[in-house]
């Protein structure tokens, strides 16, 4: 059969062999047999035309649908951006289910028809089975031991239901693609919240949560001055305890250093920014943490390959700033925002309440990925001052052309319809932060939050970009090929070690194996501008999320790396760095403090 693009004299996806076979294993239509029935430019066409198509709704003619169409294919073949793996996979098929984030509401009751834990669960399977990541607060669930009225029983705790949504995502496979992935969030003022902190140090239980405990700004007080916090039955609202503040900030650390589990949720943080708190306050995130989301909210990710745009007509010697392509930067934003804003047209949302809160307050989350190539190219340190100032630089203009182009958005197609009353409304009606603060100006936006970073962890590969703002992992790695080891040497650095001809095949092969490139024959400031995630200390990791962080509407996902070696207070004091720059939460990984480690440097990786 001749291929349905055939016609459209479109040009070939810029893509990797490997590219290529990770499409395949993942994103391409199957047959019944598993056997793919498209091509890449078939799928990029596929997603590309569904999400021009929305623009039908508001009067888009079939000519301009098509040009846009091809526009969207050029952005995602030559890997400028991508949308989250779920648009990739279902836009134009009968799923079409395109976000990747969701978050629903656990109520204390085991079903009222709604959001009952066992309703609740049901809406999960059906999350997950589209495709989508979902994240749950168990904090409004009484504790274990509590009275149970109707039954005079007892009840079992947030972690028991905790642990029957896992044995649910553990029975629910997705269609053969994606597993479900969850995020656990329970409060620090939930009396449940030592069980909780525990309960995944046995790292074969609950696996398919990732966990954070909800952290109050009054908890952080607590610590800081060493005081008791009281602990809140949320059943009867009533005081029913106290702890030491700093013993269970110290349980908090102790597990993450051993397991890297919990991570923390600055809470009160992350609603001090909520756009929308007329429409509730945020209990959770999804599951790698970038999206604080209201209950029954989802958004659908997109992240621009942001090291794309370093000019090859600007020497290397010339500041940073002129090295890099800010027109079409802004362009590769614009569109992608558009983008974005379709996807919401376009989505069938597995619940009637979300398709409802979709489209009242319209989120969209860009992101960035590539942002360590971006680095390596233009010579400069991650873990430097520069570096973190480049970070800050570039998600500063992606947070402002997005909502230039929400605004632009917004004159044809209206502002979201909540937006009188969110923060960025007018005066008279605007919503203000829980200090009275009026904390962003009057925009007209076509979207409630526009910016996140996402953790990109597929779209990264066959993009072929680092992940995320997370620092290249090693320059080196060894892949198993067929049977045999090869080495699989970052492409910048190859080119470097070529043009000033000091590239051998035994050095690159001496750097995958031992997993550094400390080596004489490497010049100094190639081993610096090529700091990977272990050459990094933890502040740097830290510092460069809370530049990101400064100008981004929802969070970032990522993970600061320590040594095997670092100590319980070097966590702390990560913990409470995060705390002091604003982040809106944290999550760290100790080296091999988890078995089956999936990357790890000198050693191999299938
Ligand atoms: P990518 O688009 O596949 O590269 O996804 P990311 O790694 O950027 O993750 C973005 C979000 O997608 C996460 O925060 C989760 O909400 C969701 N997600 C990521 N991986 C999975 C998965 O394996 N299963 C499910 N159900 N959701 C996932
Ligand atoms: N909170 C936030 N993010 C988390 N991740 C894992 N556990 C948590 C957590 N508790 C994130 C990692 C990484 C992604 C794969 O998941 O930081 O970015």
Redesign the pocket.
């Known amino acids: 059969p001749t291929s349905p693009i055939a016609d459209l004299d479109l040009p070939r996806a810029e893509l990797s062999d490997n590219a290529r076979i990770v499409l395949a294993k993942r994103y391409l239509r199957k047959d019944e047999k598993g056997k793919p029935v498209e091509e890449p430019e078939e799928m990029f066409w596929r997603v590309a035309y569904t999400i021009a198509q929305a623009d039908a709704k508001y009067g888009a003619g079939e000519e301009q649908i098509r040009a846009l169409a091809r526009e969207f294919y050029l952005l995602m073949t030559r890997r400028l951006f991508?949308?989250?793996?779920?648009t990739?996979m279902n836009a134009g098929r009968p799923l079409g289910q395109l976000s990747?984030?969701?978050v629903l509401p656990v109520d204390d009751a085991l079903s009222n028809g709604q959001s009952g834990v066992y309703d609740t669960l049901r809406s999960m399977a059906m999350?997950?089975q589209s495709?989508?990541?979902?994240?749950f607060s168990f904090s409004r669930i009484r504790p274990e031991g509590d009275l149970v009225n109707s039954t005079t029983g007892v009840a079992s705790g947030p972690i028991s239901f905790m642990s029957l949504y896992d044995s649910s995502t553990e029975v629910v496979k997705?269609g053969g693609t994606?597993?479900?992935?969850n995020?656990g969030i329970l409060r620090v003022d939930h009396p449940n919240v030592e069980e909780f902190i525990d309960c995944k140090q046995d790292i074969t239980k609950i696996t398919n949560f990732n966990i954070s405990v909800a952290i109050t700004d009054a908890f952080m007080r607590a610590v800081q001055k060493g005081e008791q916090y009281d602990l809140i039955n949320p059943r009867t609202q009533q005081v029913v305890g106290q702890k030491d503040a700093r013993a269970i900030f110290d349980k908090i650390v102790q597990n993450a250093w051993r397991t890297g589990e919990p991570g923390v949720f600055f809470i009160d943080r992350a609603n001090f920014y909520n756009p929308v708190p007329h429409l509730g306050s945020y209990e959770a995130t999804?599951?790698?943490?970038?999206?604080p989301l209201l209950p029954y909210d989802v958004c659908n990710?997109g992240?621009v390959n942001i090291g794309a745009f370093v000019r090859d007509d600007v020497p290397a010697g010339e500041a940073w700033s002129d090295r890099i392509d800010w027109k079409e930067y802004r362009r590769v934003t614009r569109l992608a925002t558009h983008f974005l804003d379709n996807v919401i047209d376009a989505n069938q949302y597995p619940l009637p309440e979300i398709t409802d809160l979709a489209n009242r307050i319209r989120r969209i989350g860009l992101g960035v990925m590539g942002f360590a190539d971006l680095l390596v190219r233009l010579g400069v340190p991650y873990n430097s001052a520069e570096g973190v100032e480049i970070g800050r630089r570039v998600m500063e203009f992606l947070d402002e052309e997005s909502k230039r182009e929400s605004e632009r958005l917004a004159q044809t197609r209206g502002v979201f319809p909540e937006w009188e009353q969110s923060i960025w409304g007018p005066d008279e009606t605007a919503a203000r932060a829980p200090n009275g603060e009026r904390i962003r100006p009057v925009r007209a936006m076509r979207n409630c939050n526009v910016t996140t970073v996402?953790?990109?962890?597929?779209?990264?590969?066959f993009a072929g970009c680092s992940?995320?703002i997370e620092p290249l992992f090693a320059v080196a790695f060894m892949r198993n090929q067929a049977g045999s080891l090869m080495p699989d040497v970052n492409e910048d650095f190859t080119a470097i070690a070529h043009a000033e001809g000091w590239y051998s095949a035994e050095l690159m092969e001496r750097i995958a194996r031992e997993g550094h490139i400390h080596f004489a024959e490497v010049p100094e400031h190639v081993q610096r501008a090529f700091s990977t995630a272990h050459d990094i200390t933890p502040e740097w990791h830290v510092r460069m999320q809370a530049a990101f962080q400064e100008h981004c509407d929802s969070a970032i996902?990522k993970t600061t790396n320590f040594p095997n070696g670092a100590t319980v207070d070097d966590v702390r004091k990560i913990y409470e760095l995060a705390f002091d720059l604003n982040c809106k939460g944290v999550t760290v990984y100790r080296d091999g403090s988890r078995d089956g480690q999936v990357l790890s440097t000198g050693a191999t990786k299938t």
């Open positions: 991508e949308p989250n793996s779920p990739l990747a984030c969701f999350v997950h495709g989508g990541g979902t994240g997705q994606r597993r479900g992935a995020m999804n599951p790698c943490g970038e999206q990710l992240s996402a953790p990109t962890g597929t779209i990264s590969i992940s995320g996902s």
